[in-house]
C-alpha cells in the first residue's frame, strides 16, 4: 500500500514490522517484546545512542524527507526485522510506503499521562541536533512547553496512521494489553508462562545515566 503524497523510497530487504507510535507510549517495552517474538533486532531510538555515526544516516533521511526526494532505507535498516520509536516514528509514511508488506503497529497511551511522561524525560534533555530537528521542532513545532498544542499534535498523528494505513495491516496497541493482540497481530504463539515486558517507565529514565556514554559534542548538541 502506498501512502497519499509520500514519495517511495528503497526498502530495506529484512523490515518486517513497524512501529508508528511517538515515543513515551511503551515502545521500549514494545521493542523488548518484538525481539523476544523473533522480530529482532529491532531498531529504537537506544539504537542510536549506541552507535552514534547512525545519526547522520538520519540526518540525511531527513533532509531528504524535507527535499521530497526519495529515502534509501539499505543503510539505516538492513538487518533489522523491525524499527520502533522515533526517528522512526517520524518517517512512518515514508517507511510503511517503501515496506508495503511490514505489518504496522501504532502505540497508544492516555495523552495526559503520555505528555507527563515525555515532559519529564525526552522534551528535558537534547543529546543531538537530529532529535531537535526531527522530534523537537520537526514534530512539535518547538512548542514543548505548549501542554494543549503538543497533546493535539499526538491525536492527529495517532489519527493520521489510523486513517491511512489499512486495517488489516495495522494493530493499535497498548502495552498494558499484553501478549494476546500483538502475537494474534502477527501470527506467533504467546509466550508460555511469561510476562510481558514493561520497560523504561519515568522513573527509571529519570535514574539512568542515559547519555554518559557519548561525546560531549553529541551530548550539548
Given at each position: 500500500?502506498?501512502?497519499p ?5 528503497i526498502p ?7 512501529g ?29 545512542f ?21 529515502i ?5 535498516l ?8 522515533w526517528p522512526?516514528?517520524?518517517f512512518?509514511r ?23 511522561s515525555?515532559?519529564a524525560?525526552?522534551?528535558?534533555e ?51 494489553q ?28 529519570q ?15
Open positions: 500500500m502506498t501512502v503524497n509520500t514519495v517511495a523510497g530495506a530487504p529484512t523490515i518486517q514490522v513497524i508508528t507510535g511517538f515515543g513515551r507510549t511503551g515502545t521500549l517495552s514494545l521493542r523488548e517484546a518484538l525481539v523476544r517474538l523473533g522480530f529482532g533486532p529491532c531498531d529504537h531510538m537506544v539504537e542510536n549506541e552507535h552514534p555515526q547512525r545519526f547522520a544516516l538520519w540526518e540525511e533521511a531527513l533532509r531528504r524527507k524535507t527535499a521530497g526526494e526519495p534509501d532505507w539499505r543503510p539505516l538492513t538487518g533489522f526485522q523491525a524499527i520502533v520509536d522512526g516514528a517520524y512512518w515514508e517507511l510503511s510506503t517503501a515496506h508495503p508488506d511490514a505489518k504496522v503497529i501504532l502505540t497508544i497511551r492516555d495523552p495526559e499521562r503520555w505528555y507527563d515525555v515532559q524525560t525526552i522534551f528535558s537534547w543529546t543531538t541536533p537530529v532529535n531537535w530537528d526531527i522530534v523537537a521542532t520537526g514534530t512539535f513545532g518547538g512548542r514543548l512547553t505548549d501542554r494543549a498544542h503538543c497533546q493535539a499534535v499526538f491525536a492527529q498523528h495517532n489519527l493520521e496512521v489510523q486513517e491511512t494505513i489499512a486495517p488489516q495491516r495495522l494493530l493499535v496497541f497498548e502495552c498494558k499484553g501478549w494476546e493482540p500483538l502475537c494474534a497481530f502477527l501470527g506467533v504463539p504467546v509466550p508460555d508462562d511469561e510476562p510481558f515486558p514493561h520497560v523504561n517507565d519515568t522513573v527509571q529514565y535514574d539512568e545515566e542515559h547519555w554518559s556514554h557519548l561525546p560531549n559534542k553529541l551530548k550539548n548538541g
